[in-house]
């Protein structure tokens, strides 16, 4: 028995390590950079949490920085008496309902609106994301014509009429099925989605944009090409 | 014994991580099977709401084309643009090239605009022509050529020779390798030559062919060559110095509002300007100076603006929105005359709130639309056109006449009243030859200005 005990622990040594292998493999969560708060997490944004829930008279245990099944009870009750989603997750609406900003989100994304009405900062969002995604290496105008691309597409009878629409269109952008989509844009792609939507298009109404150095269905050329910004060709 | 044992252990352990591995690799596999059944069902059901809603359309456009009561036709005609729209919608999430679906959205968003405009007009009193009624016949023959195509479809995805997630790999595919698929996605192509017999659509609505074909008409003057526009790109800068620039060759700008491109690199960021090619006329500007800190104040910028405007000839602008985000002002104007606002004739400006230097301005809605109007006496007074808006408006604070585009880019004759209801601050644009209000606007102000809905 004594001598072959090594092995065991060898063997379970090798175990362990393919499991931490395996579990390294999966998907890095996008979120964990963010003070998304869960059940399990731990730290002073919790604490502020629990401060902040307690004052409001949700919490009554503890103010110790770990988000356990009392945190877990009292942000399901938070979250149903300010009709958010109910699923124990603090996340962009929690933290706004609680007077907090998501750190996830950019200091100048617009806050939901507080009054009845639509601040569009949806539409803002998107784009920069696209810009960033798509035109992230070009320069400032360019960024401006892929966002004004989009609009003039929600514009067409021939594309989808919503920005949502037009940027998850399946196969319409490279980056949005690749997931540079969903990576945070600079302050450079926010002004240059403001500009789009406050009605500047360098493109003026082009419909389509690519690059001619990368692989493109030959169809495209068959566009009219308006002009070149960067490396991007605009075609109608 | 003792010797063969030892390589027992080493070979379990092996095995165990085979088993593992296999374990790991069977895992995956399930979980993609399962999230690719999970995509072809949502495209299957796309698929077949798309089919569904293209029967219903041209079954409603039958019956309004025998249906002899306007009420009854407005119904119908209604519920075409609701079916148009949502079949184009699920068209759109289907896994399809651009090319391929570019024929049939159009189509769709067509008929739907068409049908939405007839039964506006029916509800004006006016009664469909036969022009109108046989554009609507004929409509109705391509939805259902187009629904006879899809049931092909239909029966090769039921067969098997059609899966939307194989598509969506394969496109994909071609586009890296650089070439045509040799086979269609499905077989739409025959769609595509038969709606290219569809005739051009000219109606009053945001999607007729008319829109695309519109020609600028604010263009006044004599062509200019790219030497005379390269010598004028100058005169448009703001807030640079005159010594240190340079101006590319410029490029030709082959849109809406034919005109050259110039890049000019200044001290103060790089600049792309465009001017028109009939009469120079600056089109757009853009500065990709960053602004770091906000010195001025709102009212300061405007000002700034609308000078700035004056230099360079685009007079009687006035300032009708603004808003600040970023230390930049996004300022927009509309040509005023003899206190009538136009606002089909925009030009948007933005100023650096840091030292008002004028960052980007945007002049081709103005280009496109302005001309000189011939205004008619309105036929309502201004009182009148309070006493109608005062109905459901609690307090009314402005009223003014102004001109607004439709979604047609059709312009009305209007008044403009301004007034809150209940907190919230709305815009009634009220026709000043009939009476009918054309417009409403929800106004919300915030910190950072104002938004017009």
Known sequence: MKRRSPYYILSGIVLLLLILALAVREPVETTAAQPTLYWGSRGRSVSLLQRKLASWGYYDGRVDGIYGSDTYRAVVEFQRKNRLR????????????????????????????????????????????????????????????????????????????????????PLAFESVANGQFNLPPTEENYRAARSAINGWDPTHGALYFWNPSKPVSRWIWSRRIVRRIGNHVFGI | MKINRSWIIPLVLALVLVGITAYWGYDQYREKEQLQIYMGNTFQRSFYELVERIEEMQVLIGKSLVSTSPRQNILLLTDVWSHANTAQAELNRLPLAAQTVYDVSKFLSQTGDFAHTMAKQNADGKVLTAEERQTLSELR???????????????????????????????????????????????????????????????????????????????????????????????????????????????????????????????????????????????????????????????????????????????????TFSEIKDNIAYISFA???????????????????????????EAQNYLMSHKEREIKEAEITEEEARELASATLDEIENVRLAVIPTSSLREVFTYEVRGKAGDELYIIYINAETGNEEQILKVILSETGTLAL
Request: aromatic share 6%.
């Open chain 1, 86 to 169: 109910v699923d124990g997750i603090v996340g962009r609406e929690t933290w706004a309902a609680l007077g907090y900003q998501w750190a996830g989100s950019r200091q100048n994304v617009v806050r939901a609106a507080t009054t009845a009405g639509s601040t569009r900062s949806n539409d803002v969002e998107m784009l920069a994301r696209l810009v960033h995604a798509e035109a992230r290496a070009e320069p400032y105008e360019g960024q401006v014509a892929v966002a004004a691309v989009v609009l003039n597409r929600v514009n067409s009878p021939s594309f989808p009429n919503s920005i949502s629409g037009v940027i998850y269109q």
């Open chain 2, 141 to 319: 023959q391509h939805a259902i050529r187009i629904t006879e195509l899809l049931h092909e479809v239909e029966n090769e995805v039921l067969a098997g020779r059609v899966n939307w997630v194989e598509m969506v790999k394969s496109t994909r595919r071609a586009l890296r390798e650089e070439q045509e698929r040799d086979k269609p996605d499905i077989n739409l192509d025959d769609l595509s030559d038969d709606l290219s017999k569809v005739p051009t659509l000219i109606y009053d609505g945001p999607f007729s062919d008319h829109i695309n074909e519109r020609k600028p008409e604010g263009l006044r003057g004599e062509e200019v060559s790219r030497e005379t526009a390269r010598e004028k790109v100058r005169d448009f800068l703001d807030g640079v110095d005159g010594a240190n620039i340079s101006v590319s060759e410029g490029t030709t700008v082959n849109g809406r509002i034919p005109g050259y491109n110039f890049q000019v690199e200044t001290g103060n960021g790089v600049y792309s300007v465009d001017i028109s090619k009939k009469g120079g006329f600056l089109v757009t500007l853009i500065n990709n100076r960053k602004v770091q800190s906000g010195r001025i104040s709102r009212d300061q910028a405007v000002k700034k603006a609308q000078e700035y405007l004056e230099r360079i000839d685009y007079t009687d602008m006035e300032p």
């Open chain 2, 335 to 361: 040509y005023q005359k003899d206190d009538i606002i136009f606002y089909p004739d925009i030009i948007n400006v933005q100023i650096a709130m840091d030292n008002g230097q004028v960052l980007a301005v």
